[in-house]
């Protein structure tokens, strides 16, 4: 896990950013303590389209957040040291980066800056349905079946297609997991990504502790059995440390806050 400086500061008024990254823009809006809304802006996202397959740039994703968050900011006259919490969401697109954090392509066209597979992205239509036919026990608590949309079709259909892609991977991660990583260095990821788009039991993660003593703990949600079962078992190595070793509850803070890199990206000093 990559080390986080606090940057500390003595704001005059209390801030609030949030951050949402959509398909086609990023958008930023900064909060008074009373829920206010002071001012936001958005940015363009970079998009390829190639039949089923749909790509982005995570790289392209942050330059365009912390675009939002300047002008946001420079728009509500709100300067970075008053701003005292921020929040991410964003699309279920799939992240592929390697050890050092930098992209790794998922695009046939072998393009590095293209490591991000869009939510939209319909690639994986037969990994989906031979990981349907499985009847997991995993299954009945994503409706039945999985959508070719969610992450382990699409995972399958990587290692399948992309060899390289695939062993230079050090992280795997959800488009909003990620961007909470690249801001503070820490790779927890969300209780809310992991079961809504990969497989895990949520109810398997509240059964073991209670929520207070469950926040900072290992992944006891993975079903093992699954990932063996529809080829990616690999997935299981290291205690599931390219899928997520820790799992918190949504709005649990990361870390020690923004590293000075990312505050210093968004003229934030939190």
């Known amino acids: 896990m990559n080390s986080v400086e606090m940057v500390t500061s003595f704001p005059s008024r209390t801030i ?28 363009p996202i970079q998009i390829w389209k190639d039949h089923d397959c749909v790509e982005q740039s995570s790289t392209d994703i942050w330059h365009a957040i912390c675009a939002a968050v300047k002008a946001a900011c420079s728009l509500a006259n709100v300067s970075g040291d008053e701003v005292s919490g921020l929040g991410f969401a964003a699309t279920c697109s799939l992240v592929a980066v390697d050890a050092d954090g930098s992209p790794v392509t998922v695009s046939l066209s072998g393009d590095a800056r293209r490591n991000v597979t869009v939510w939209m992205d319909h690639r994986a239509i037969k990994q989906a349905e031979r990981i349907n036919t499985c009847n997991s026990p995993v299954l009945q608590y994503c409706g039945g079946a999985l959508s070719p949309e969610m992450q382990p079709p699409k995972l399958l259909w990587v290692k399948e297609n992309l060899q390289e892609s695939w062993s230079m991977t050090f992280r795997w991660m959800d488009l909003s997991d990620w961007l909470s990583y690249r801001a503070t260095g820490d790779d927890t990821r969300s209780l809310c990504t992991t079961v809504c788009k990969w497989t895990y039991l949520g109810h398997a993660h509240m059964h073991q502790m209670s929520e207070k003593d469950s ?56």
């Open 215 to 270: 926040r900072d703990m290992e992944a006891c949600g993975w079903d093992d059995d699954f990932w063996e079962e529809i080829g990616l078992g690999d997935l299981v190595d290291g205690h599931h440390a390219k899928i997520g070793r820790s799992v918190a509850f949504p709005g649990h803070p990361l870390g020690a806050g923004l590293t000075r890199a990312a505050a210093k990206a968004g003229n934030l000093f939190i």
């Open 16 to 43: 609030f950013l949030g951050v949402d990254v959509g398909t086609g823009s990023a958008r930023a809006g900064l909060f008074d303590d009373t829920g206010k809304l002071l001012g936001s802006a958005s940015s």
